[in-house]
């Protein structure tokens, strides 16, 4: 059986590993089986297989914007829940976000009440 099977699952796309290492640590005391990714270019590889319940995925990545990602992750997962993030705070990112299938826009820096926030607004808390 594969392990990835027995978890709820969050996947976190950022290139700021000390973002990665803090959501993986939030994520893992809720109950969840963890893994990052630095580029947009690896979702397919290494987190589309894996069908994650919650991804958190950064805007301004080394290889594009994830904002023009969301829509290709929601055609191959479509009940995964998206939470993008970003340090640039327009309203015409929040916007786009949401028009691509986000489920929820984020301002960086992130703290541990905006995390948890996010986790109840969409029911993945204990």
């Known amino acids: 059986m594969n392990h990835w099977n027995r978890y709820m699952k969050?996947?976190?796309v950022d290139d700021e590993?000390?973002?990665c290492l803090l959501l993986e640590s939030m994520l893992r005391s809720e109950c969840f089986k963890t893994v990052s990714i630095n580029t947009l270019g690896e979702i397919n590889e290494k987190i589309i297989p894996i069908h994650p319940d919650l991804i958190f995925l950064d805007n301004h990545l080394?290889?594009?914007s994830g904002i023009y990602?969301?829509?290709v992750i929601r055609k191959?997962?479509?009940?995964t829940r998206i939470v993008m993030m970003t340090a640039f705070n327009?309203?015409?990112e929040r916007e786009a976000a949401m028009e691509s299938g986000a489920?929820?826009?984020l301002l960086k820096p992130l703290s541990r009440a905006s995390i948890e926030n996010t986790l109840d607004q969409l029911h993945f808390r204990h």
Do not use: K
């Open 17 to 19: 590993e000390d973002l």
């Open 76 to 79: 191959q997962l479509p009940d």
């Open 62 to 64: 080394p290889d594009g």
């Open 69 to 71: 990602y969301v829509p």
């Open 10 to 12: 969050a996947a976190i």
């Open 103 to 105: 489920d929820i826009f």
């Open 90 to 92: 327009t309203e015409n």
